[in-house]
């Protein structure tokens, strides 16, 4: 069983920044795939973006538009989201995942094995 620890969310003025990271318990193939999801009260949870060991990518949602970079450390078991320019619109929880690499696309919310419990990002106008 991996176990998924998020941190670096809070509260931020709009245009400002905040950094996402996000550790796995161990390496398994199963984490080979880590990405960032986000939720919002009333909506779905949708993807952000998401970097891979041997499948391409990274991967972004057409709604970061270049403000975010999802980045990968060396150990394979942390992965980071650097979000700049954040909008109002970017308030979420948002939640690390992580599946194997050939278990689907990587913006697919059902395909992913493991989650965190969610770190909160508000962005006031």
């Known amino acids: 069983q991996v176990t998924l620890m998020e941190s670096g969310g809070g509260l931020v003025q709009g245009g400002g920044s905040l950094t996402l990271s996000c550790t796995a318990s161990?390496?398994?193939?199963?984490?080979?795939?880590m990405a960032w999801f986000r939720q919002a009260p009333g909506k779905e949870r949708e993807f952000v973006a998401a970097?891979?060991?041997?499948?391409?990518?990274?991967y972004y949602a057409n709604f970061v538009r270049g403000r975010f970079s999802i980045s990968r450390a060396r150990t394979e078991r942390k992965v980071t989201l650097q979000m700049n320019s954040l909008e109002p619109e970017d308030t979420a929880t948002y939640y690390c995942?992580?599946?194997?690499?050939?278990?689907?696309?990587?913006?697919?919310?059902?395909?992913?094995?493991?989650w965190g419990q969610g770190t909160q990002v508000t962005v006031s106008s």
């Open positions: 995942a992580t599946k194997s690499d050939y278990s689907g696309p990587v913006d697919a919310t059902s395909k992913y094995t493991y």
């Open positions: 970097i891979t060991q041997n499948a391409g990518g990274p």
């Open positions: 161990q390496y398994t193939f199963s984490t080979d795939t």
